[in-house]
């Protein structure tokens, strides 16, 4: 596959002790200074302080309106998604999990973090053209990869985000001694400079907790099917969850438990061959993010049909009801499943 790129490899067998820090320097020069120049001095200090050190404001979440009132800065891990990378480690944790098609009709994972942060998240493998259109949903996501294509990867030098493979931190990422390569990666997100905001990531997509929509049809499970793989979300009353299985097999955490979602959003999208490919020449499939469609919202064991638009890449997505009205979301983690249309994938509920 795409796994380790020539810039962005270099992993380290064993993880280090301690997680590497931000340093910073300072240095002044000596001589004698003007009563003129002190003031010049500080009114540059104050505007820097004021502007975040360039003229512009101190942040665009602050500032500008795509970010008025937003979350801080998610991280977004791109996560194996076949059987030998199961169980994965962290995934439970998640806030928001994508699940998106890539080479050979299989899926792979984009675990969106928040609110908070596992020690651990894993295994961790190589970023998809669909996800830098994906993440422009967010404001400046640090996004954590294992490598990438070698033609993709100035394409994500230039995309609005913080990457962060391993090559740009070597000590946050290490390999599990448990399974073979490349299966095994994982990061330890105290080795990147990134802190959880303690604000779940739904808020910077515009979406939050609130009561079902009316109606809705009653749903004990449902099957989101790719060429090569398939998501199944059975009910829980008990638990209040719809529990995951991964191609037929329940998903669990690195501890056995079942990984549950509070609510799940099946999204009928357009996948078409991107530009690039795999090692093995395989075209890598893009999925259209932007644009409008059907989808289905899987809530407290109903179903509910809605529409899903974005208007732009730095636009949110907006799921309503077919009479217009937003959709909120139940408590708990939130699935979003990117469903082919066209006869590539499907999802049925049985």
């Not at 820097?48 to 309106?65: E, L, N, Q």
């Not at 928040?114 to 053209?129: F, K, M, N, Q, T």
């Not at 059975?234 to 990984?259: H, N, Q």
């Not at 357009?270 to 893009?286: A, H, I, K, Q, Y």
């Amino acid at each position: 596959m795409m796994d380790e790129g020539p810039r962005h490899g270099g992993v380290r067998p064993t993880p280090p002790a301690d997680a590497p820090g931000k340093a910073f320097a300072m240095s002044a020069a000596g001589g004698k200074t003007s009563v003129a120049a002190l003031l010049t001095a500080l009114v540059l200090a104050v505007t820097v302080a004021c502007t975040g050190g360039d003229g512009s404001s101190p942040s665009p979440r602050s500032s500008s309106p795509s970010g008025a009132g937003r979350a801080a800065d998610v991280l977004a891990v791109k996560i194996d998604n076949v059987a030998p990378a199961r169980p994965h480690t962290g995934l439970e944790r998640a806030d928001i999990v994508y699940v998106e098609q890539v080479e050979a009709g299989l899926s792979r994972i984009l675990a969106v973090y928040s609110s908070d942060l596992p020690p651990v998240i894993g295994p961790v493998r190589s970023a998809r053209e669909t996800d830098l259109e994906l993440l422009r949903q967010f404001d400046r996501p640090t996004l954590a990869f294992s490598g990438a294509q070698s033609r993709l990867l100035p394409v994500i030098d230039r995309a609005p985000l913080e990457a962060v493979p391993p090559s740009k931190a070597p000590g946050a990422y290490f390999r599990g001694p448990e399974r073979p390569a490349p299966h095994n990666l994982y990061l330890r997100p105290e080795g990147i400079p990134f802190a959880a905001s303690g604000v779940n990531a739904v808020e910077e997509l515009g979406l939050k907790a609130g009561a079902p929509p009316p109606g809705g049809e009653p749903e004990d499970s449902r099957t989101v099917r790719y060429p090569s793989a398939s998501v199944t979300f059975t009910w829980s009353a008990e638990r209040e969850r719809w529990l995951v299985s991964l191609d037929g097999s329940p998903a669990r955490t690195a501890d056995g438990s079942r990984i549950g979602a509070g609510t799940v959003v099946v999204q009928d999208v357009t996948v078409r061959p991107s530009d690039f490919r795999d090692r093995s020449g395989n075209v890598t499939p893009f999925t259209e993010t932007v644009g409008a469609g059907s989808a289905v919202v899987l809530r407290d064991g109903r179903a509910h049909e809605a529409r899903w638009a974005r208007a732009s890449a730095d636009a949110d997505t907006v799921f309503r009801t077919p009479d217009g009205r937003r959709v909120d979301l139940a408590d708990g983690p939130l699935w979003i499943l990117y469903a082919p249309r066209g006869g590539t994938g499907s999802a049925t509920a049985r």
